[in-house]
Structures are given as C-alpha cells and as structure tokens.
C-alpha cells in the first residue's frame, strides 16, 4: 500500500501527505478529515480501508498511527454543512486538517504532495492528487482514514448521551432504519442535518 508514496518520493518529494474523511453520509454530526504524514512504513495492526476494519481493529490501529505519524484533524458540523452544503463542508474539513499537519512540521516541510481518497482537489497551496479507492491502495490515505473514523465515532458516542433516544452510539448518525424511525418519534435534534432528507 506505499505504491503512490514511493513513486513521489522517488521524483524527489520529501512529505507525502494522506487525506480522507468520516461522515459525508449521515443524517447528524459532523464531518471529520485527517491528515496523515507516516514516519514508518511497518505497523504491528492492519493498516487499511477504516470500513474494513472491525472498531476493535481500528482503535488498536488508531493509536499505533498516532505514535507513527504526524497528523492533523479537520472538523465541520452540521450547520456548516446545512449552509455551505456536505461537499464543501468534507473540502473544508480536508484543508483544515491538511493545514493543522503544515503547522505541527513548522519550517521542517520541504517538497510535500498530497494524496486524496476519492475525487477531490484540495485548495492548500500544494500540488493534490485525488486516488480513487485511495483508502484501500495508499497506506498514508488509510491511515487518515481510521483516524477521521475512530475520532468521528468518538463524537457520536458522546452526542449519544447528549440526545438519547436516537441510537447515536449504535449507527453514528447513518440513515439505519431504526435512526429514521427515532427521527419520526422524537423529531430532529440539533445535531441533524437539517438539509439531508430524512425520508
């Protein structure tokens, strides 16, 4: 999964930097980007798409890149999405967390590309390239992944005790089944998406 990394590093660049995102399809919360700059290409857990992983194997996962990379996070919630709309809000979550990234590395950047799951072009100053599937083919770009996941599913977990009734803690703000029926039972919260249809 370091095809992508290796190939611009052998063109000389010196940061490559993997960039997803968790939330574009719920129904509440917020939408969360990571980004990611490995400092090891070895990790004892599985490193891979975060939809493929179980929770277990993510958090375990979650903590390892932690310690192995430099990363940055990007958050924008649910009012921003109403008025700005999800893809703009997931653009916006995307160069914020590539953005928090540049500041931790400082004046230590040197050449950086970044590398994007899906279809995406990133307004950062720096050159972009947009991977489809890139969180199952990059391991930078999975590594966003997970964190973007786990720290999304974190916030759910804590709105779940916020707004109960609705089963944040079970669908994380997916249109479930039994999330449209707490819908129609209790009414949207604050956290909902109030552009989203809840049909």
């Known amino acids: 999964m370091l095809y992508f990394e290796h190939k611009l590093k052998k063109q000389g660049i010196k940061c490559v930097i993997g960039v997803d995102e968790a939330g574009r399809g719920p129904l509440a919360g917020p939408v969360v980007a990571a980004a ?58 995307m160069e914020q967390a590539v953005a928090v990234l540049l500041d931790k590395l400082g004046r230590r950047r040197g050449s950086i590309h970044i590398i994007v799951d899906g279809n995406m072009g990133l307004d950062t100053g720096y050159a972009s390239t947009p991977i489809i599937n890139g969180d199952a083919r990059s391991k ?21 005790g916020v707004y109960p009734g609705y089963g ?8 479930t089944r039994a999330h449209v029926g707490a819908i129609r039972r209790l009414g949207v919260s604050p956290i909902h998406r109030k552009s989203f249809s809840f049909d």
Not at 75 to 85: C, S
């Open 140 to 160: 930078s770009i999975a590594s966003a992944s997970i964190l973007a996941k786990v720290i999304r599913d974190q916030i759910m977990d804590f709105y779940d």
């Open 168 to 175: 944040f803690i079970k669908h994380k703000g997916y249109p």
């Open 36 to 93: 990611v700059l490995l400092k090891a290409n070895r990790f004892r857990n599985r490193i891979d798409d975060s939809k493929k992983l179980t929770p277990l194997a993510r958090e375990r996962a979650f903590f390892e890149i932690i310690d192995k990379c430099v990363f940055g996070v990007g958050i924008v919630n649910e009012k921003a999405i109403d008025r700005i709309n999800i893809l703009q809000a997931t653009r916006l979550a």
